[in-house]
């Protein structure tokens, strides 16, 4: 496989900062050869690095004690790790305890004095790995060059310097880590308080009426809007699986669908696809979906609103109950050989309280999914912030101070 061309780092263009200095990643770091697993060391932790979180260097991978009977690498704390297979998924990682790797993680460790792991850790997690991204040789399953990787100029400041740049990267680090377990733990009690205020184990201040079983037949209306395929390009829409709401598909070749009829989406409806409804394909239409097209396997639903509150639903369809539902009325074996029936579908019978409670319900969870919506905007301003940082701290265009 060709190489493409691999852009080279900025200092071949701009002054070198006053005290850095050029070399090759080769000269500063090496590769630590692959060994056996000592007995001794058997306790030690095995991973395979899936892939990493590039803002933070957080380990984001497999550490089952299984995979050790192919495990070669053993690494220390504070070493840098790797993976060589499919580095586009910023495969690296700053070791945070000891432990053991497959041989295909390279384990790598600073040989010069004058820079540390960290930031070798920092150069991979900026510049480094786009880099090897581009050149990996192999198709469906690329490979780092270790070749390439070695030659590769690499400008560094002073140890004081770095040591100060490693110091305020950590600060984005922490406040990005912070960010992201809040944000994982008000997702969590938000799925508890689902399941709670869902199933009417837990019901809010004023309502006591009891809940009724009502098949969906008396909460959804059966919506067709046929229109002619167009001539020409149009906007499709599709659906994730597992309740993760709806794709659109821009520019549509009207000459890879078949059929000759399609069905208009409006916001609110409720859509299944009935190939992959047993896989949790099915969500509720949004604004961006207005107008979309879809064929005759995503029927459309709209809500009556005597049985049934949209915005209740957006939480009910996405509960593993019922995907469970789902998935024992679409006979048969996997994939496209599990259709979901229409009319059984219609037949389903859910526990509901009446709309005024659904009403009611969907509001506290709203306020929960804004809260959460408030984080994730904060962190994406902090990983934004941290990557702009990056960018200039590590080639100088920023300049810390340092004690001498």
Not at 108 to 133: K, M, T, W, Y
Not at 223 to 231: A, I, N
Request: net charge positive.
């Amino acid at each position: 496989m060709t190489r493409k061309t691999a852009i080279k780092p900025g200092y071949k263009h701009n002054p070198l900062p006053d005290g850095w200095r050029v070399a090759e990643f080769g000269v500063l770091a090496r590769v630590l050869k692959a060994k056996h697993l000592p007995s001794e060391r058997a306790h030690l932790t095995c991973i395979e690095l899936e892939h990493m979180e590039q803002e933070t260097g957080q380990l984001v991978g497999n550490t089952d004690s299984s995979l050790q009977r192919s495990t070669k690498n053993v690494f220390k704390k504070g070493q840098v790790l790797f993976g060589k297979l499919r580095p586009y998924l910023k495969k690296y990682w700053l070791a945070q305890f000891d432990g053991v790797c497959s041989s295909e993680i390279w384990v790598l460790e600073s040989i010069d004095p004058g820079c540390s792991n960290e930031f070798l850790f920092r150069f991979i997690q900026q510049h480094l790995f786009i880099q090897v991204a581009n050149v990996s040789s192999g198709s469906k399953m690329p490979r780092a060059d270790w070749d390439f990787v070695s030659e590769y100029p690499f400008a560094i400041p002073s140890t004081p310097e770095q040591a100060q740049i490693i110091t305020i990267l950590a600060v984005w680090d922490t406040a990005i880590s912070k960010t992201q377990q809040l944000i994982a733990e008000k997702d969590k009690r938000k799925k508890a308080l689902m399941k709670l205020l869902l199933t009417g184990k837990k019901r809010l201040p004023g309502f006591t009426k009891k809940w009724k079983v009502r098949p969906l037949d008396e909460v959804l209306i059966p919506t067709l809007r046929p229109v002619e395929k167009p001539g020409s390009a149009f906007l499709a829409l599709g659906i994730r699986s597992h309740g993760k709401g709806t794709f659109l598909k821009q520019e549509f070749d009207p000459s890879k669908i078949e059929m000759d009829t399609l069905y208009t989406v409006r916001e609110n409806d409720l859509i299944v696809n009935i190939t992959f409804a047993w896989e949790g394909a099915i969500a509720i239409a949004g604004r961006q979906d207005n107008g979309a097209l879809v064929s005759h396997r995503f029927p459309a639903y709209t809500f009556n609103g005597k049985g049934g509150v949209v915005d209740y639903f957006r939480y009910v369809i996405v509960q593993p109950q019922f995907k469970y539902m789902l998935g024992l009325i679409s006979p048969g074996g996997a994939g496209r050989n599990r259709v979901l029936d229409k009319t059984d579908f219609l037949k389903l019978d859910l526990k509901l309280p009446d709309v005024e409670e659904q009403s009611a319900i969907a509001s506290v969870l709203r306020a929960a999914d804004k809260e959460l919506d408030v984080l994730r905007s904060k962190l994406d301003a902090l990983k934004d912030q941290k990557k702009g940082l990056m960018q200039k701290l590590l080639t100088g265009r920023i300049r810390v101070r340092t004690s001498r």
